[in-house]
């Protein structure tokens, strides 16, 4: 496979774009064996093969997925990415991602249309005021880009946003100008064709149904619907899943799985410069590079993982949208669906090792895992290359549950993304 | 949505209840007496199982009272819901 190039492309136009092949290689049968297997051919577990292969000497690697890559809630959600969460530990870890992202596109060779248009969050009560403004100079203090704009600068920033409505009163907003949206299947590919060029088998219709254990405890093979596959070291980067498949290797998780929903409109033209989030009224907007309103909503009351949601759901999250931008009151919506999220008591991730010697878990991202991909993945590659957490993985830890040492984003941002 | 049967008043809409998390679970009668693994385990982890749960319910907008619940996790069906206290169902076949 040869890169992309403006010479490329000039002569693919010429020639009736007639020259393109497939971007990875996608093995039908796995090889007996693997140094390193990751579970999940989502953003994650491809960032994480591509990482490993790249700056890691740790031999052959796989990736198994069940269904098609990126077809997990990489493929499914909202795209939004920001850094500006209130911990030190958090901040570190999604700013590292944020930097990834920056040069993702050169580093890939792969268009992945990162977009930092800004991320606008709307304050509706006084509440809301003094927690951004407590994230802010948290963010500040931690290098990581936040500002405070009043309810006239938001307005100026998205001109669509209604300030003088009553029924969601915007008193203000954070504003991280670093963060955006990003295409994403085009991570999901981009990361598999980068790893795929430096030897990763990526291998889809793959489902693993079994973990089992040598007589040491370690994890030494799985079995999948392709058969049996001996391993060195195993990642399972399963999101709404992982549950049930740590729980082949014997492993209980502290995560239960919702559903979470998104959907969009028809395509229009630009109308939308921004993405702008409102934690408590539980909306999420952006317009897609086709035109499509990118629309987020809530979670479902009760875990699930049937990969749908209720529909009352939807509504609220539209007559929020409606409140706030009422130009978009008579738009029509195209398609809705969910996805199944992960999500731990404080509402941050678990990257690291686990009770079970070869096993590594990166899961719980929640609602909000998309924009840490390229992080994620680099800083989980180091810890199954190391067999010790990265530095920056290190306060993610499974056992952060019994030693208390939580992270709780849950408390500081009450909700999503 | 779906409609989900109160022990007490029947019939009602999703809307008038709360989802309380995994049922049955029981705060261990002398908390000093665990290790924090085992403390972890009572307040973090989670079965979590793609299929039939039990779970704790509570009709909020409605009689206000805690009851226990069967729900498939794939499909959303209601197998039964019965009163605090009382055994938990089989799941269905
Ligand atoms: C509607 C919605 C909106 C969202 N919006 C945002 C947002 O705006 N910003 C943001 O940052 N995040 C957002 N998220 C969260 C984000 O999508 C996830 O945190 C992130 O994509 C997780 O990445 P992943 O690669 O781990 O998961 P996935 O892409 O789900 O990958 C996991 C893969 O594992 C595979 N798998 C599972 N079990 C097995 C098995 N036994 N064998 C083999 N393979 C298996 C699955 O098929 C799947 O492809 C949103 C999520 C949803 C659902
Ligand atoms: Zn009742």
Known sequence: ?417 | MVLIHCPWCGDRAELEFRHCGEAHLVRPADPAALDDAQWAEYLAFRDNPRGWARERWRHVHGCGRFFNALRHTLTDRFAATYKPGEAWPEPPA
């Open chain 1, 1 to 417: 496979m040869s890169g992309f190039s403006a010479f490329r492309l000039l002569r693919e136009a010429l020639r009736g774009q007639s020259g393109w092949g497939p971007q990875w290689r996608s093995p039908e049968q796995p090889q007996p064996a693997y140094d390193v297997v990751i579970i999940g051919g989502g953003g994650h577990g491809l960032a994480t093969a591509y990482y490993l292969a790249k700056e890691h000497r740790v031999g052959r690697i796989a990736v198994l997925e069940k269904g098609w890559i990126g077809g997990g809630n990489t493929g499914r959600n909202t795209t939004i990415i920001r850094s500006n969460y209130l911990f030190p530990e958090s901040a570190a870890l999604y700013d590292h991602a944020v930097q990834l992202w920056e040069g993702l596109s050169q580093e890939l060779n792969y268009n992945v249309m990162f977009s930092p248009r800004g991320v606008l969050m709307l304050a509706h009560n006084v509440h809301d005021e003094q927690s951004f403004r407590r994230h802010v100079h948290a963010n500040r203090l931690a290098g990581v880009d936040n500002e405070w704009l009043d309810a006239e600068a938001c307005r100026a920033f998205c001109p669509p946003l209604d300030i003088a409505q009553q029924r969601y009163p915007v008193l203000g907003g954070a504003l991280q100008r670093r963060g955006g949206v990003a295409r994403h299947d085009a991570v999901a590919w981009g990361y598999a064709r980068a790893a795929s060029a430096l030897g990763v088998d990526i291998i889809q219709n793959c489902e693993v149904t079994g973990i089992s254990r040598g007589a040491d405890g370690a994890v030494n093979s799985l079995a999948t619907t392709k058969g049996e596959i001996r391993v060195g070291k195993v990642g399972v980067v399963a999101a709404g899943s992982t549950s049930l498949v740590m729980a082949m290797a014997g492993v209980r998780m502290p995560l239960e799985s919702f559903p979470l929903q998104a959907l969009v409109s028809e395509p229009v033209k630009p109308v939308f410069p921004c993405v702008v989030m409102s934690n408590t009224v539980h909306a999420y907007i952006s317009q897609s590079d086709k035109g499509e309103l990118v629309i987020g909503a809530g979670t479902d009351q009760y875990p699930s993982y049937s990969q749908a949601g209720g529909v009352q759901i939807l509504s609220h999250t539209l007559e929020a949208i409606c409140e706030l931008f009422p130009m978009f009151r008579r738009m029509r919506m195209l398609r809705s669906w969910g996805g199944i999220v992960d999500t731990t008591s404080d509402r941050s991730p678990i990257i690291g090792l686990t009770p079970v010697p070869g096993l590594f878990v990166n899961c719980g991202w929640g609602t909000g895992g998309f924009k840490a991909t390229p992080g994620s993945g680099h800083v989980f590659a180091a810890t199954i290359a190391r067999a010790e957490p990265h530095p920056i993985a290190a306060p993610f830890s499974l056992d952060r549950f019994a030693t208390g040492r939580l992270i709780d984003e849950a408390a500081a941002a009450a909700v999503a993304h």
